[in-house]
């Protein structure tokens, strides 16, 4: 592996960051409180794609309901999900579900202290896997998440996009390389602090930065173009038709969507891939019905678009439903399920 000419060696890089950070850095964070490898990894899967800011009051109510790693693994999933409920990407919550199982009975309850061990938890990848070892136990263990990799990637103006195969590759050995021996918990929070509140993605702040002076995006006058992005790709977009089925008292019917695909096992509204078929529905399930067509509009998936139109029925008594429905009452705070968000969304919107 070579390096671009001028780059700092280790020492130099992790001391800059370090001093820069003792000044500057966030220590104030819930996560930073009472560090044990339990909160650590959930603040560290809660931030995945995520912004600290959203993260704080979503940790604070996990940690209050599930303390330990025990109380997570013997909870009801719907109520996982249901705490996880806005914060979007369900299938994390789902992996820390299955994660704290597999604590609990795999490890008896104490999280893996080495890197291969440590992702073998479902939704632990390496990145992950290095942030729980470094920040709750101090090994020196490098991450690459978002900020490292635009930080890393400005710093050595690399101008390929950070998910290039080879990129990655160079980027994780540069990461390696900078990671300190010492005071290693405080150098990968500072670099993601770093990136996160100087070396922003739309205008980094160079001038506060401690790489200033040897950062090659910088004196090159590239920090806009670097980091690439993704390149786009087309997204197809799906159509659905939501029945949002509400009774007199307030309670509409939702449905449990299946364990695997989109939203798996939360709770939605009936849906239909056309007007047609739901209106054939409900014709033969309640006869001749009045039903308000709302607004369509659309929700955006990683790999695709999904265009939703929700139709209200208003019935005036419960009737017969699926298995896997239930007449959920938004008013009441013990209802335990996790909702997608525009479903959350809807349901704001139902009044009566
Ligand atoms: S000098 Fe600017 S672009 Fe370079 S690491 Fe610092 S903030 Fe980022």
Redesign the pocket.
């Given at each position: 592996m070579s390096y671009p000419k001028g780059i700092l060696l280790r020492q130099s890089f992790s001391e800059k960051l370090l001093a820069w950070w003792d000044h500057h850095g966030r220590k104030d964070l819930p996560w930073q409180q009472n560090k044990t490898s339990y909160r650590v990894w959930v603040s560290e899967i809660m931030l995945q794609q995520t912004q600290v800011t959203t993260v704080i009051p979503y940790f604070e109510r996990f940690m209050a309901t599930f303390p330990s790693v025990q109380d997570l693994a013997n909870a009801q999933e719907d109520k996982v999900l249901h705490l996880w409920t806005g914060l979007g990407y369900y299938s994390r919550a789902r992996n820390l579900h299955k994660a704290a199982r597999l604590v609990a009975e795999k490890f008896e309850g104490n999280f893996p202290t080495d890197l291969d061990t440590m992702q073998e938890l479902p939704g632990v990848g390496r990145s992950t896997a290095g942030a729980v070892l470094s920040i709750s136990q101090d090994q020196q263990t490098a991450i690459m998440d978002g900020n490292v990799k635009r930080?890393l990637s400005?710093?050595l103006a690399i101008k390929d996009w950070p998910g290039t195969p080879s990129v990655t590759k160079q980027l994780w050995s540069v990461a390696e390389r900078y990671t300190p021996k010492t005071r290693n918990a405080d150098y990968t929070q500072a670099i993601m602090d770093?990136g996160a509140t100087?070396?922003k993605r739309s205008k980094?702040?160079?001038s506060i930065?401690p790489?200033?002076t040897d950062?090659k995006?910088?004196l090159e006058g590239l920090?806009q173009i670097i980091p690439a992005s993704k390149p786009k790709k087309d997204k197809p977009s799906k159509q659905t038709w939501m029945l949002m089925i509400q009774l007199a008292d307030g309670r509409t019917e939702l449905q449990k969507r299946p364990a695997t695909g989109i939203w798996a096992s939360l709770y939605s509204f009936p849906e239909f891939d056309s007007e047609e078929s739901l209106r054939d529905f409900v014709a033969t399930r309640y006869g001749d019905q009045t039903l308000q067509v709302w607004q369509s509009f659309r929700h955006t998936f990683s790999h695709y678009h999904l265009d939703i139109t929700p139709v209200l029925l208003r019935l005036d008594h419960e009737t017969i439903s699926e298995a896997n429905a239930i007449w959920y009452n938004p008013t009441l705070a013990d209802e335990e399920v996790g909702l997608a968000a525009p479903v959350k969304k809807l349901i704001s919107k139902l009044k009566f």
């Open positions: 930080v400005r710093y770093l100087v070396c980094p702040i160079c930065c790489f200033q950062c995006a910088n920090t």
